[in-house]
């Protein structure tokens, strides 16, 4: 069911909203503080709690500090160097489409870890283009029996184009592991950047926000036709506790609902410093999430107030953006009155913020203990399975390569 796999990707390419920086979406995998000072747009809050927040489906995890030493993509001792695509994996490739794969791009910096694998920046051999290279182990996805849902994700990014969202450009396995080649925002991840800000003011975090409904409005207009239409709810659990809605806590079926509530989530942690259900254990999380009233800070306007409250409603029936008029709902609501929906979509509204970067190559917006890794990758087991579950994984979108006819393999 599209509307819940949405839902997961929330935590991954549609709640992290873009960040302009002379580049066209955000890349939503890389999170994490960076020593600094906070800009004018800060106000002050307690912003260590939004980076223990920010997570993704490769996970949190310690970070390493180690430099760079390496400048090739290297298993270790346990695992030989993947150089090609696993022939046995995608057998029913045409053989033009095998040309891309590991061999075809310079690792040149760690932008991310967790615990299913690694985020890269990579340079496509021969040219000028810079990508970020998401590399998944099978072994710890199969474990989790999350096979599905990295399926989902490759599937539902190859099929989407959208102004706020990520674009995927190739993807591809081997042997140990799968590959999303997105592409690189320079810019950084919107938690990156929170940790730094502090609190966005109500300008900002609208136009943030707008980003994202503009992305969440694709499980209203066609998207989940184009995969499951005839079960449009799911039983399914994923993502990160503090996000998770009511109906999931208690393990009920969902829909798009939950969509809108994970985007309250967001925007209330935008301004707040910090999600609204937090502190205890898990189950003390979840009977917060459950039980517990929205406690609303004074400083907030009155319209901020209103759209929290519709989009944090418990009783999903009656949540913001789940009525008979969806998405539409959530445009006029008169926290939006400023969006001119129109502009926004073709990037015609210029923020009050812009990250500082330095080209192409610049990593500034990053975490350092990231980006000071050795490239060097984590032993993967041999992934056990009867019947391979990522076929057809293989992916070139038709932007990335004109040579290649756009095709899902």
């Known amino acids: 069911m599209v509307s819940s796999q949405v839902a997961c990707l929330a935590r991954n390419h549609i709640e992290k909203v873009l960040l302009p920086a002379g580049l066209p979406e955000d890349f939503s995998d890389i999170f994490g503080p960076l020593p600094g000072q906070p800009s004018l747009e800060a106000i002050s809050g307690d912003s260590a709690v939004i980076y223990s927040h920010s997570q993704s489906l490769l996970g949190p995890i310690t970070c390493v500090n180690k430099l760079v030493n390496e400048l090739t993509l290297y298993e270790t001792e346990y695992d030989s160097l993947e150089k090609h695509t696993d022939p046995a994996s ?23 870890q967790g615990a299913f694998g690694k985020v890269y920046q990579v340079r496509r051999s021969g040219t000028s283009e810079i990508y970020a290279m998401k590399v998944i182990r099978k072994d710890k996805i199969l474990e989790k029996n999350l096979a599905k849902y990295v399926k989902s994700e490759r599937d539902i990014l190859a099929k989407v184009n959208h102004p706020f969202i990520v674009q995927l450009r190739y993807s591809f396995q081997t042997k140990y592991r799968l590959y999303l080649v997105l592409d690189f925002i320079n810019g950084g991840h919107l938690f990156f950047q929170l940790y730094h800000q502090g609190l966005l003011r109500e300008d900002l975090a609208r136009l943030y926000t707008a980003e994202i409904v503009s992305a969440v409005m694709l499980t209203d207009f066609g998207l989940a036709k184009q995969f499951d239409a005839n079960n449009m709810r799911s039983n399914s659990v994923c993502g990160t506790l503090e996000y998770m809605p009511p109906e999931i806590v208690q393990g009920r079926s969902h829909d798009k609902a939950a969509d809108w509530w994970c985007v309250g989530i967001l925007l209330y942690e935008m301004l707040t410093g910090k999600p609204p259900f937090t502190g205890g254990n898990r189950q003390k999380i979840q009977e917060k999430i459950v039980k517990d009233k929205i406690k609303l800070p004074a400083f907030l306007t009155s319209e901020a107030h209103s759209l929290l409250k519709g989009f944090l409603q418990k009783d999903a029936s009656r949540r913001l953006g789940n009525g008979p008029n969806g998405s539409a709902d959530v445009k006029k609501h008169k926290w939006f009155y400023t969006i001119n929906w129109t502009k926004l979509e073709a990037r015609k509204i210029k923020p009050s913020f812009l990250p500082k970067v330095a080209g192409k190559l610049c990593v500034a917006n990053f975490e350092e203990h990231w980006t000071k890794m050795a490239l060097v990758e984590s032993p993967a087991s041999s992934p056990k399975f009867s019947e391979n579950p990522f076929k057809r994984f293989s992916y070139v979108r038709t932007a990335a390569c004109p040579s290649l006819k756009r095709s899902v393999l």
């Open 90 to 112: 995608d057998d029913d490739l045409h053989p033009e489409h095998q040309s891309v794969g590991l061999e075809d791009f310079e690792v040149l910096k760690v932008v991310g």
